[in-house]
């Protein structure tokens, strides 16, 4: 908690150019495009005022911090999915840690849902069953 009350975003949720201190408008480079002036995603948003400075988009309390959690739900069901259909093929976690170059307790922690599995592993792991994520 900071000084405020409010609960601060942990560090690894901080992006390039984020600090633990809060965004506000007199303090250039921490609002939401960044300090390197990407994060532009068309015409009007996030581009230049009237008068040539940079227009600062809200910061949505939390959306951040949501999106996350709803992508980590996502890739732990999709990763509960492929462990049922490596059990229907009849493959062990041993096999699939074999054709993925990595170990079966590796394979035993995804399953388990023990760390937060990145998209990669997740082709992977899929790639290992003869099958893809769409």
Not at 19 to 46: K, N
Not at 101 to 122: F, I, K, M, N, P
């Amino acid at each position: 908690m900071n000084e405020g009350g409010a609960a601060r975003e942990p560090a690894e949720l901080a992006g390039p150019g984020d600090s633990a201190l809060p965004r506000t408008p007199d303090r250039p480079g921490v609002g939401g495009a960044g300090t390197d002036g990407a994060g532009t995603d068309g015409p009007g948003l996030g581009g230049p005022g009237a008068d040539g400075s940079p227009v600062r988009l809200p910061v949505l309390p939390g959306f951040r911090e949501m999106a996350l959690r709803r992508m980590s739900q996502d890739r732990r069901r999709l990763m509960r999915e492929l462990a049922g259909r490596r059990q229907d093929a009849g493959l062990s976690q041993t096999e699939i840690a074999a054709r993925m170059g990595t170990s079966q307790s590796a394979v035993a922690r995804l399953e388990a849902g023990e760390a937060d599995v990145r998209a990669s592993t997740l082709e992977r792991y899929a790639a290992a069953l003869g099958t893809e994520i769409t």
